[in-house]
C-alpha cells in the first residue's frame, strides 16, 4: 500500500464513500423510472443521457472555477449539487422533471471531478501523484461494487420507498464527501510544504488549447472511453447475450472478474510500472483493451456454454489490466504537464474528453447493434484502440524523461516546452 499522507487518505476516503451511493443508484436509475414513476422507457432514456449532456458543460466550468477560487471550494460546490440532484429524483412524477434533476446531478458531478483531480494531484508530492491516481481507481471500483451489493439487499421493486432510501443515502455520501473535502488542509491548489509550480496566468481556456500536447493526449483518451469503457457499459452487455449466448447471472459472473481484478491488481500493477515510462503504460491499456474486444468476437462464436463464459471472462480480466494501467500513466501526464494555476483547467479538458466519449460511444454501439453488425463493431473498436496504442509510442518521444516516468516528478515546465519545441510542437 503506497505511503500517502494523512489528508490524501482523507479526500480518498470520501471519494470512495460517494462511489458506494453511485452504485447503490446508478444501475437502477432507469428501472426505477421506467417502472417505479411510470416514465415511458424511451423517455427515461433520454433522462440518462441528459447526465451526461450536462456533464460537457460542467467539466470546462469546474476546471475554470479550480484555477480561479482553488481546487477544495469548486469541488464541493459540485458534490452538494450533485446530492440536490440526488434527491430530487426522489419526488419525480414526470419526464421533465426528472431530465431537470438529472441534469443538476450530471453537472455537479462534472464540476466535481476536474477540481477533484486537481486537488488530488497537489495532495501530494509530484513523483506520488501515479499512486494516488491509482489508489483513487481501485477504491472507487471497491465502492462501486460495495454500493451494488447493498443495493442488492435493500432495493424491492414491489415497494418504491426502498428506491427512495438509497436516493437518500446516495446524496447523504455526496455530503459526506463534500464536508471531507472542505476539511482537508490546504488552499487546494497545493497540500501543505509542497512548492506550487506557477506558469504566471489564469485566463480562460485559449492558452489551454494551445497545448498540441494536451489536446494529441486528449483525442486519444476520448477514443479510448468511445471504444473502451463507454462499450464496456452499452455495446459489451448486449452483444455478450445476444449474440454470445450468455444469461443474465453468467454476464454477471464476467463483471465481477473485471472488478475483481481492478481491485486486486491495481497496487501490483502500480508496482511493476514504477520506474517505467507513462507512456508505454498507455498503450499497453489500449492494447490490452483492443485485444479484450477481439476475444469478446472469438467468445460470440463458440454459441454459449462454459468455453464461451471462460473467454468471456479471460476478455474482462484483460480489459480490468487495461484499466489498472490507465490510471496511473494519463490523468498523470495531464497534472504533470499543468501549472500550478492551469491546473484544473488541464484536468477540465481531460475530463471534457472522457466525458465526450462516454456520449459518442453509446450512439455508435446502438447504430451498429441495431443493423446486426456486433462482430464488426468489435473488431473495429479494437482497430481503433489500436490505433491509440500507437499514438501513445509517438507521444512518448514529446515528453522529458523525468515527466514520463511512473513514480518521478514532472521536468521542470520550461524544460518540458523545450523538448516539445525541438520535437516541432
Not at 504566471?200 to 485559449?206: C, E, F, L, Q, W
Not at 501490483?268 to 499497453?284: H, K, N, P, S, Y
Request: aromatic share 8%; glycine share 12%; net charge positive.
Amino acid at each position: 500500500m503506497p505511503r500517502l499522507p494523512g489528508h490524501a487518505w482523507l479526500i480518498l476516503s470520501g471519494d470512495a464513500v460517494s462511489a458506494v451511493g453511485a452504485g447503490l443508484t446508478l444501475p437502477f436509475l432507469l428501472v426505477y423510472l421506467h417502472d417505479v414513476r411510470g416514465i415511458e422507457l424511451g423517455l427515461a432514456g433520454l433522462v440518462l443521457s441528459t447526465i451526461a449532456v450536462a456533464g460537457l458543460a460542467g467539466t470546462p466550468v469546474g476546471g475554470l472555477l479550480a484555477d480561479r477560487f482553488g481546487a477544495r471550494r469548486p469541488a464541493a460546490a459540485g458534490l452538494v449539487l450533485a446530492a440536490a440532484g440526488t434527491a430530487g429524483m426522489i419526488g419525480v412524477r414526470s419526464a421533465w422533471e426528472a431530465a431537470l434533476s438529472a441534469a443538476v446531478y450530471g453537472f455537479g458531478v462534472a464540476v466535481t471531478e476536474p477540481a477533484f483531480q486537481a486537488l488530488l494531484s497537489t495532495s501530494v508530492p509530484p513523483a506520488r501523484r501515479s499512486q494516488i491516481f491509482a489508489v483513487r481507481h481501485a477504491l472507487l471500483n471497491v465502492g462501486l461494487s460495495a454500493g451494488s451489493l447493498l443495493a442488492a439487499f435493500l432495493v424491492d421493486f414491489s415497494s418504491p420507498q426502498t428506491f427512495v432510501t438509497i436516493f437518500v443515502v446516495d446524496a447523504c455520501t455526496f455530503l459526506t464527501f463534500a464536508v471531507l473535502i472542505a476539511r482537508a488542509p490546504g488552499r487546494g491548489h497545493t497540500a501543505p510544504g509542497y512548492k506550487a509550480r506557477s506558469s504566471g496566468t489564469r485566463g480562460g481556456y485559449r492558452e489551454i488549447l494551445a497545448d498540441r500536447l494536451l489536446l494529441r493526449i486528449c483525442v486519444s483518451v476520448a477514443v479510448v472511453f468511445t471504444c473502451g469503457y463507454a462499450q464496456y457499459y452499452s455495446a459489451y452487455p448486449i452483444f455478450s447475450i445476444e449474440t454470445g449466448g450468455l444469461d443474465a447471472g453468467t454476464l454477471q459472473l464476467t463483471f465481477l472478474a473485471n472488478t475483481c481484478t481492478v481491485v486486486l491488481a491495481q497496487l501490483l500493477v502500480l508496482r511493476l510500472v514504477t520506474g517505467r515510462r507513462r507512456t508505454i503504460a498507455f498503450a499497453w491499456s489500449a492494447g490490452l483493451m483492443a485485444i479484450a474486444w477481439l476475444i469478446v468476437v472469438g467468445a460470440a462464436q463458440l454459441g454459449g456454454g462454459p468455453a464461451a463464459v471462460a473467454a468471456f471472462m479471460a476478455a474482462m480480466v484483460l480489459f480490468a489490466v487495461g484499466e489498472t494501467l490507465m490510471a496511473p500513466s494519463v490523468p498523470v501526464i495531464v497534472n504533470d504537464l499543468a501549472s500550478d494555476d492551469s491546473r484544473g483547467r488541464y484536468n477540465g479538458v481531460h475530463s471534457f474528453a472522457q466525458t465526450l466519449g462516454y456520449i459518442i460511444g453509446p450512439a455508435v454501439a446502438g447504430a451498429a447493434l441495431g443493423s446486426g453488425h456486433g462482430s464488426l463493431l468489435f473488431l473495429g473498436l479494437a482497430l481503433a484502440l489500436g490505433l491509440v496504442a500507437l499514438q501513445a509510442t509517438r507521444i512518448d518521444r514529446l515528453l522529458t524523461p523525468a515527466a514520463n516516468l511512473v513514480g518521478a516528478g514532472p521536468a521542470d515546465a520550461s524544460d518540458a516546452h523545450t523538448e516539445r519545441t525541438h520535437h516541432g510542437d
